[in-house]
C-alpha cells in the first residue's frame, strides 16, 4: 500500500518528490529544502540533514521516511527505525542509478507514472549527450579550500561529468573526497579546473584572482554551480544540461585530447 505520509530529510529528494507527485503527501522537510520554494510553504521543519528533530518527526507520524546515505547520519536512521519509522535510504553514485531510483520512488507514493516520465526523460537526456559529445577533457572538480578538496570516481559528480567527455585526473584516488593542491592538479594535467558553489561557496567575484594566482594562466576556470553538478533526481536534467555546456566550452580547443 502506497505511504500517506512521508517525510524527506535530504534536500535533492524533497525536489524529486514534488516532482512526482508526492507534494500532498509531505508532512515535513529540512531546513535545507528549499525547492521548489513556493510549494514547501508551510510545511512542517523537522532540523537539518545532520541534525534532524526526531521528536518532531515522530509527532508527525509518518510511515515513510526518505533519507540519503550521505547527507543523513546513519545513527538518526536507525533511531527511526528502532521507533517504527520505515526509512527509504539511497545514495545514487552514478547517473544511471538515478532512473531506477526514481521509478522505486514512484511505487512507495503510488505515483508510478508521474516518475516512470521522468525517469524516462532523464534516461533519454542521458544518453542523447553521451552520443553527442566530441572529445574529452581533463579536469578537476574543486569542492572546498584550505584544505584544498576535489572528488573521485567514486562519486555522482564524476559519473556526470564523464558523460560529458570529462576524464578526472584523481579519479581513481581512495577516498571518495581526496585533500591534494591545486599544484598537483596542473602536474596531473587538469585543463579545466571547475570550482563549484558548494559544499564550498566558490563564486568568481570572490575567488577569481586567487585561482587566477594559483592556476595560471593555462587551460581554464569555470564557476558552477554546485546544485545542479551533486543534486541528483530532478535536479539531474539540470545537470545534464550543465555538463552539456563544458563540451561545448572545449570543442575545436586545446583541452580536447
Known sequence: MPA????SLCPSITETLVAIGGLPLLVGVTRYCT???EALRGLTRVGGTKSPDLARILDLEPDLVFANAEENRREDVQALADAGIEVDVTLPKTVADVPPTIRRWGGLLGTGESAEALAARIEAEASRLREDRDGSFRYAYWIWKDPWMTIS????????LALAGGENVFGEEAARYPTTTPSEALARGARV??????PYPFSEPRHGELVARLFGASGHR???DGDDYC?????TLEGLKAVRSLTIFGEGKDILK
Do not use: K, M
Not at 543534486?231 to 535536479?235: A, D, F, I, N, T
Open 35 to 37: 525547492r521548489p520554494g
Open 193 to 198: 579546473q571547475i570550482f563549484a558553489s558548494e
Open 222 to 224: 569555470v564557476f558552477v
Open 4 to 7: 500517506a505520509r512521508i517525510v
Open 153 to 160: 570516481n567514486d562519486t555522482y559528480v564524476a559519473d556526470l
Open 231 to 235: 543534486w541528483h533526481g530532478v535536479r
